[in-house]
């Protein structure tokens, strides 16, 4: 199966900094997103990004589809953006899947 | 409305219990999806319905039983579960292969 790979595991900022993170996937992929992980549990679903750029925010998203790999890019972070971050992919093989395979996640935490 | 709910947020349940966690959405999705999530892990996939017909199980022992009612519903049907099946478990919707929402998920915990 497709092999998902996150960078950094852990990110400690500070409130303000901004942050870069990482994810590379083994195959071409049909579907790409990343999503947050609150300390409650819940998943935010951030962006649905395949390929090319989108922002919301202080947050970004890139996809070098052809490269395999994509980035979530966190401007001036907040306490409230502390978290599990997820990048999940799916590689459709004929026929109906939907099968979103994640990454180990990066733990980040933001201290004030 | 971007929102799917579960229900219970919490449940604990002996091993000879036998309970159903619920979930809701109201976007018109037709694919619908059963996640497990272990402390500091990913989710990982259990079961995946479209067009309400079960179309993927990955393996799941069949204590773990789940059902499609109709478009809006998913349930996941618990039996003679194990104390390692307590985990976070987590309902999502999307249109095909599309954007997935998710649920803020039933804490299980299997005494």
């Known amino acids: 199966g497709i092999q998902v790979e996150q960078s950094p595991p852990d990110l400690i900022l500070q409130e303000g900094a901004n942050s870069t993170l990482r994810c590379n996937f083994s195959d071409s992929v049909n579907n790409l997103q990343w999503f947050h992980q609150n300390p409650w549990g819940q998943l935010i679903n951030l962006f649905y990004?395949?390929?090319g750029t989108k922002q919301n925010g202080r947050l970004s998203a890139t996809t070098v589809a052809t490269e395999r790999y994509s980035l979530l890019y966190i401007s001036s972070s907040q306490t409230t953006d502390s978290g599990v971050y997820f990048c999940a992919v799916e590689r459709r093989s004929g026929g109906s899947n939907y099968k979103l395979t994640f990454g180990k996640g990066t733990l980040l935490t933001v201290n004030p | 409305d971007t929102e799917v709910t579960q229900t219970p947020k919490h449940l604990v349940m002996g091993m000879t219990n036998k309970k159903s966690l619920k979930c809701e959405q109201h976007m018109g999705h037709r694919a619908m999806y059963w996640y497990k999530q272990k402390a500091k892990k990913p989710p990982e996939l259990m079961f995946v319905?479209?067009?309400?017909?079960?179309?993927i199980n990955e393996s799941v022992p069949s204590r773990f039983s789940p059902e499609c009612p109709n478009s809006s519903l998913l349930n996941l049907h618990l039996h003679a579960l194990q104390p390692e099946d307590s985990a976070l478990y987590l309902c999502?919707?999307?249109?095909?292969?599309?954007?997935?929402?998710f649920g803020q998920g039933t804490r299980l915990t299997v005494v």
């Open positions: 990004i395949p390929s």
């Open positions: 319905y479209s067009y309400e017909k079960l179309s």
């Open positions: 999502a919707s999307s249109e095909q292969g599309l954007r997935a929402f």
